[in-house]
């Protein structure tokens, strides 16, 4: 299945990141260049195959790290010369060939060869949809950035985070304890429209005020955070129905505590409509 997403791909959910190299050894600019500066032990072990000639065009290399993994996908040849779509479709039938042997369970890509590589999407994408529509795990697509990247004021108390080595373990009873600390007054979040909404937390639960005033109980909550986890990206506009009524304000929630990233959702790459990524 494929989602594509306006947002950040280095906080997508996605088990493995796809970053698309040339074949020298070289990650001197664009999305390439920020994989090199947030895992360094990635473009060593990218510089070794790379120097022993083991990375060619059609041929992918992953390195596993302790909380993403990365796949390298060759784009072009040398850094200096433009992408092309046959290197393209080789590393995309490479990819669908080999996914499940390497343990890959989900996958984020960029567009490929479609930044520095020069390539139109208009011709990637019908490739990209035709090798990686079929696969049965999760495959998220990033076409561009979120429309407002800017982070949030950051508190004068900052509150502990929840992302440990390994967030797939954590589970409800840690989102119940940062709720109790960061909620404990009531804290005002906007919403859509210019309008606000305030969340507290009681004894009962978290108390949410939207034009009415509810309170949902910690195993309404745990089902919610247990959707939300599992799915990795939500769309607004295709939420289940029985989390709809307070399905906003309750995602602002998890979103002021760095739960959560906004992103741009849509199934076929044109269509796109708010939506969430569970920060991994």
């Given at each position: ?11 997508s ?43 060619e ?27 092309k ?35 139109d ?57 940062d ?91 044109i ?10």
């Amino acid at each position: 299945m494929i989602t594509y997403l306006k947002g950040d791909i280095f906080s997508s959910p996605a088990q493995t990141l796809i970053n698309t190299v040339n074949t020298v050894g070289v990650m001197g600019k664009g999305v390439a260049l920020e994989f090199k500066k947030r895992y360094p032990e990635m473009f060593s072990a990218y510089e070794r195959v790379c120097k022993s000639r083991q990375l060619e065009v059609g041929k992918l290399f992953l390195w596993k790290g302790p909380d993403k993994w990365v796949l390298m996908f060759p784009t072009k040849i040398h850094w200096r010369n433009p992408s092309k779509i046959e290197y393209i479709e080789a590393g995309l039938q490479k990819f669908a060939a080999s996914y499940a042997d390497k343990g890959i369970t989900s996958a984020a890509f960029p567009r490929l060869g479609c930044g520095n590589g020069g390539l139109d999407w208009k011709l990637v994408q019908p490739l990209m949809e035709k090798y990686l529509r079929s696969l049965p795990i999760p495959v998220y697509i990033y076409v561009g950035s979120y429309r407002d990247q800017t982070p949030e004021h950051v508190e004068p108390e900052p509150m502990e985070r929840w992302l440990h080595t390994h967030p797939e373990n954590i589970g409800f009873a840690v989102l119940e304890e940062d709720l109790r600390k960061y909620f404990s007054q009531e804290v005002c979040l906007p919403l859509k429209d210019g309008e606000y909404g305030r969340a507290r937390w009681s004894e009962d639960g978290i108390i949410l005020k939207n034009g009415q005033e509810v309170t949902l109980k910690s195993t309404e909550l745990c089902k919610f955070w247990v959707y939300i986890r599992d799915s990795g990206v939500v769309s607004m506009d295709r939420l289940p129905e029985k989390f709809s009524a307070h399905a906003e304000l309750l995602l602002k929630v998890l979103e002021k505590m760095d739960y959560l990233q906004p992103v741009l959702t849509s199934l076929n790459g044109i269509d796109f409509s708010d939506g969430y990524q569970y920060i991994e």
